[in-house]
């Protein structure tokens, strides 16, 4: 048996200020910082012993998870930092306050955009030369829908977590709204048609338990 915990990261600046972010890099408000620590309190009173930690290349989820270690007196487990982590890309909607993308599209095209797994915002003329991802030889997308982050996640998946897993090792993932939603998609089975009414709310740790094939014999959520 072993046990897999994700969680999204605390409220962010632009969680607050209602703002389309992706790739950007915003740090947390001071909201999300006490919902970090109170995640880390919850999940210390489980008791569950982690072996790793994996995060994304953004601030919001390195912070988050340097908390929540804090408070689980872990920090010193191993931490995996993976671009494949990183919040979907929402190309030119990036920086856009999401209520007047609303009232200029119409609450369809709106929730296409957002919540469904196919669909891809309006992408971006040119890609950003990041030197964290340049470096790694890593093109920045000019913008992604959840299937495409699906499909960048579902790598890092098999080869970082889930062999980790299947050696009984607890492993702990702190990431982004809808990385988590493409990973709970695979993990829930969810068709792609039902995937836009799953929500990850900000800083609520969410438990899977396995058995020794990799397969869900229990999930909660840490409240």
């Given at each position: 048996?072993?046990i897999?915990?994700?969680?999204?990261?605390?409220?962010?600046?632009?969680?607050?200020?209602?703002?389309?972010?992706?790739?950007?890099?915003?740090?947390?408000?001071?909201?999300?910082?006490?919902?970090?620590?109170?995640?880390g309190?919850?999940?210390?009173?489980?008791?569950?012993?982690?072996s790793?930690?994996h995060?994304?290349?953004?601030?919001?989820?390195?912070?988050?998870?340097?908390?929540?270690?804090?408070?689980?007196?872990?920090?010193?487990?191993?931490?995996h930092?993976?671009?494949?982590?990183n919040?979907?890309?929402?190309?030119?909607?990036?920086?856009?306050?999401?209520?007047?993308?609303?009232?200029?599209?119409?609450?369809?095209?709106?929730?296409?955009w957002?919540?469904?797994?196919?669909?891809?915002?309006?992408?971006?003329?040119h890609?950003?030369?990041?030197?964290?991802?340049?470096?790694?030889?890593?093109?920045?997308?000019?913008?992604?829908?959840?299937?495409?982050a699906?499909?960048?996640?579902m790598?890092?998946?098999v080869?970082?977590i889930?062999?980790?897993?299947?050696d009984?090792?607890?492993?702990?993932?702190?990431?982004?709204g809808?990385?988590?939603?493409?990973?709970?998609?695979?993990?829930?089975?969810?068709?792609?048609?039902?995937?836009?009414?799953?929500?990850?709310?900000?800083?609520?740790?969410?438990?899977?338990?396995?058995?020794?094939?990799?397969?869900v014999?229990?999930?909660k959520f840490?409240?």
């Open positions: 048996m072993s897999l915990t994700i969680m999204r990261h605390g409220e962010s600046q632009a969680n607050r200020d209602h703002v389309f972010t992706g790739w950007s890099d915003v740090p947390l408000t001071s909201k999300g910082v006490q919902q970090a620590h109170l995640a309190q919850k999940l210390n009173r489980t008791g569950i012993q982690f790793d930690v995060t994304s290349f953004l601030v919001r989820s390195i912070d988050t998870a340097n908390i929540v270690l804090d408070e689980i007196n872990q920090s010193y487990i191993p931490e930092k993976s671009w494949r982590l919040e979907r890309h929402y190309g030119a909607l990036r920086g856009k306050n999401k209520q007047v993308v609303r009232k200029k599209v119409g609450d369809h095209q709106f929730k296409l957002r919540r469904s797994f196919k669909t891809v915002p309006p992408l971006l003329k890609h950003d030369h990041d030197p964290r991802y340049t470096k790694l030889g890593v093109i920045e997308p000019l913008g992604e829908s959840l299937e495409m699906y499909h960048r996640l790598p890092y998946w080869d970082s889930a062999p980790r897993l299947l009984h090792h607890n492993q702990l993932v702190v990431a982004h809808s990385t988590l939603r493409a990973l709970i998609k695979y993990l829930d089975q969810i068709p792609d048609d039902q995937i836009d009414n799953v929500e990850v709310p900000n800083g609520i740790p969410i438990e899977y338990e396995f058995d020794d094939h990799l397969n014999i229990n999930k840490i409240k």
